[in-house]
C-alpha cells in the first residue's frame, strides 16, 4: 500500500503562488506515475499534471500549461506541484494520485490518492 499525504495549501492572491507537496510512505514511488487532480466545489475532480516514473515525461491539462510544473524527488519520495500566476478559477481542492501501471488523466487510472490540500485564490 502507498500512502499519499499533500501539504502546502492555502490561501493567496491572485498571481500569486503556491507550492504543493506530495509525500508518499509505505513504498517506494520511484517507479510508480504521479499525478495532482483537482476538484472545485459541485463538480467533478480533474486532471492537473502527471509525471512519468522517470520523472522525465510530464504533461499537463491545457488550462495550467506554463504557470505550473511537476517535479518528482524520489530520494525523498515526493512529488511536488509548483503554481505560479495562479487565478481565482484554480480554487479547488487539489489531490495527489499514484498509480504503478497506468498513467494519463483519467481518475480511475490511479489506485492510489491522498485526502487533499485546499488552495483558494482571490481577486
Known amino acids: 500500500q502507498v500512502q499519499l499525504v499533500e501539504s502546502g495549501g492555502g490561501l493567496v492572491q491572485a498571481g500569486g503562488s503556491l507550492r504543493l507537496s506530495c509525500a508518499a510512505s509505505g513504498r517506494t514511488i520511484s517507479n510508480y506515475n504521479m499525478a495532482w487532480f483537482h476538484q472545485a466545489p459541485g463538480k467533478e475532480r480533474e486532471f492537473v499534471a502527471g509525471i512519468r516514473g522517470s520523472g522525465v515525461n510530464t504533461y499537463y491539462e491545457d488550462s495550467v500549461k506554463g504557470r505550473f510544473t511537476i517535479s518528482r524527488d524520489n530520494a525523498k519520495n515526493t512529488v511536488y506541484l509548483q503554481m505560479n500566476s495562479l487565478k481565482p478559477e484554480d480554487t479547488a481542492v487539489y489531490y495527489c494520485?499514484?498509480?504503478?501501471?497506468?498513467?494519463?488523466?483519467?481518475?480511475?487510472?490511479?489506485?492510489?490518492w491522498g485526502r487533499g490540500t485546499q488552495v483558494a485564490v482571490s481577486s
Open positions: 494520485a499514484a498509480s504503478l501501471i497506468r498513467a494519463g488523466t483519467l481518475v480511475g487510472n490511479y489506485a492510489y
